[in-house]
Nanobody, 125 residues
């Protein structure tokens, strides 16, 4: 069993930055990827960014490319999402998730098996 715990959500003004952290515990060996999803009120959950462990490759949804980065500290079993130039449309609950064994990736909610409880990001004008 894997437990994922997010932190770092906050309220910021447009143009500001936040760094979200996700700490994994439990079964953390050889998972395919860890990623971040977000869900705004009335919208579907979408994949925002992902880190693939095999080759260190990364995925970003088009709307955050150039503004968000994702990194991993393997020694601490943590994944970080650095969010810069935040905009009101980035307001959402952000969830950490992991694809432990399917190999299908961390860009689609149905592909992941483990979820954190979420951390709220609010961006105001």
């Amino acid at each position: 069993q894997v437990q994922l715990v997010e932190s770092g959500g906050n309220s910021v003004q447009a143009g500001g930055s936040l760094r979200l952290s996700c700490e994994a515990s439990g079964y953390t060996y050889n998972y395919n990827c860890m990623g971040w999803f977000r869900q705004a009120p009335g919208k579907e959950r979408e994949g925002v960014a992902a880190f693939y462990t095999a080759y260190g490759s990364r995925y970003f949804v088009d709307s955050v490319k150039g503004r968000f980065t994702i990194s991993r500290d393997s020694a601490k079993n943590k994944v970080y999402l650095q969010m810069n130039s935040l905009q009101p449309e980035d307001t959402a609950m952000y969830y950490c998730a992991a694809d432990l064994y399917s190999g299908r990736g961390c860009d689609t909610p149905s592909n992941v098996q483990a979820w954190g409880q979420g951390t709220l990001v609010t961006v105001s004008t």
